[in-house]
């Protein structure tokens, strides 16, 4: 199995504004790989904007029609609540 874990928090402690549209660029090349598994690892990251929460969701629901997965581990109490609030949950493995 190809897998990719790409470290979130150390480039985007804040996925805001610009840093989001960068996050949401750096997402679509990862949707556009051969990886089976994309792990992104928030441990760092304690704000996400609804462009790339949204963007984030599209990229798991593409990726699980092609039989790949996308999941977010480490992720910090406030991003974990948000995930939880959209029914987006299930990306996460702890």
């Known amino acids: 199995m190809k897998k990719v874990v790409m470290d979130v928090g150390?480039?985007?402690?804040?996925?805001?504004g610009p840093t989001a549209e960068a996050f949401i660029a750096e997402l679509l090349k990862?949707?556009?790989?051969?990886?089976?598994?994309?792990?992104l690892?928030?441990?760092?990251?304690?704000?996400?904007?609804?462009m790339?929460?949204?963007?984030l969701f599209s990229t798991y629901q593409?990726?699980?029609s092609q039989n790949r997965s996308i999941r977010i581990?480490?992720?910090?109490?406030?991003?974990?609540r948000l995930f939880k609030l959209?029914?987006?949950s299930e990306?996460?493995?702890?």
């Open 91 to 94: 990306i996460i493995t702890d």
């Open 41 to 50: 690892d928030f441990k760092d990251t304690t704000a996400i904007s609804s």
């Open 10 to 16: 150390e480039k985007y402690p804040d996925i805001t």
């Open 30 to 39: 990862l949707e556009k790989s051969p990886y089976e598994e994309i792990v």
């Open 73 to 80: 581990v480490n992720p910090s109490k406030n991003v974990s």
């Open 86 to 88: 959209v029914n987006m």
């Open 62 to 64: 593409s990726l699980a």
């Open 52 to 55: 790339a929460m949204g963007t």
